[in-house]
């Protein structure tokens, strides 16, 4: 009896052996299924930004090489004019030449003096003619050359613009944005927005931060723009954020360039000036946005930089 007593005692101990050992490795199991799921989903969201990010920089591309066709477009219509005006001053040349040669045999000929004189008057009045000609084709050929150097230059410029404006002019400092600030193009408000359901307004938007993660620098934030609230989740340390409002004519920029625990810091980057305020003081028909610049250079009209508005 005494030894059927010891093996049940036995026979329990192992059970809950057993079981211990199955409820660790169950818990191991659900760990590591855990660790997979969060791996998956990090690596879906970096695959996600890459392509993002190759988008962009594939239209940036594609524009800058549209304006580089325009560009070599304008230089080869140059160099065509150059040509031709120098076809059309030699040929002047030698005609002119050709009519003084003819004037000075004829005024040698004894026996037609009276008619080398009808001649020479005709002659002398020929190239007169000639002369006021390649004046008026010398001076629209140098007021072409000026408007075609202009648009080149502004062209140039648009380009560089351009290339700046797509790929963006991040400042992960206040140093930097200082330097920013003394361009001159765009106001710039920084601000400290702790987490709270309260929004705050800077510059030109109000908005309200909902998470900061120190660790894998992101932050989650709520805006409210033009009377309508959007969500941003997931923003990476110094990821710009481009919002585009019915008041500007370009768009509102947010940068985040500090995370820490329940805090952001960054700044609000917006135009100078409303068009509003452009129309008003009269200025609107003479200022070009940049989207339009490269239609301006084509019908030879000079592009005005882009104005931007003070922060409220």
């Known amino acids: 009896m005494r030894e059927h007593d010891e093996m049940n005692e036995h026979e329990d101990s192992f059970g809950a052996i057993a079981t211990g050992t199955n409820r660790w490795l169950v818990i191991a199991i659900v760990a590591l299924l855990a660790v997979a799921g969060v791996a998956f989903g990090y690596g879906y969201r970096q695959q996600t930004l890459v392509g993002h990010l190759t988008a962009q920089q594939s239209v940036a591309d594609s524009t800058i090489s549209q304006m580089q066709g325009q560009l070599s477009a304008v230089t080869s219509k ?3 004019m150059t040509t031709a005006q120098a076809q ?3 040929q002047a040349q030698a005609q002119a030449q050709s009519e003084a040669a003819k004037q000075a045999d004829k005024k040698t000929t004894a026996g037609a003096a009276r008619t080398g004189a009808k001649r020479a008057s005709v002659t002398d009045k020929r190239y007169k003619q000639l002369q006021s000609q390649l004046a008026e084709q010398q ?12 648009n080149r230059t502004d062209l140039e410029g648009n380009i560089g613009s351009t290339r700046d404006e797509l790929n963006g002019s991040i400042a992960k400092t206040h140093e930097e944005l200082v330097v920013l600030q003394k361009r001159g193009e765009r106001s710039y408000t920084e601000f400290d927005l702790m987490r709270a359901k309260q929004f705050q307004r800077i510059g030109p938007i109000t908005l309200s931060l909902r998470k900061a993660d120190t660790k894998h620098k992101n932050y989650d934030l709520e805006m409210i723009v033009d009377d309508n609230q ?75 930089p882009s104005t931007n508005q003070q922060p409220q």
């Open 78 to 80: 140059l160099n065509d």
């Open 88 to 90: 059309a001053q030699a």
């Open 139 to 150: 001076k629209e050929f140098k007021d072409t050359q000026d408007l075609v150097a202009k």
């Open 230 to 304: 959007m969500s941003k989740k997931r923003v990476n340390l110094y990821e710009p954020i481009w919002i585009h409002t019915e008041n500007e004519s370009q768009p509102v920029q947010i940068v985040v360039n500090r995370i820490e625990k329940n805090l952001i810091h960054g700044y609000v980057s917006a135009p100078k000036y409303k068009p509003s305020e452009l129309a008003a003081s009269g200025a609107a028909s003479t200022l070009t946005p940049v989207a339009a610049h490269v239609d301006a250079n084509a019908n030879g009209s000079q592009p005005q």
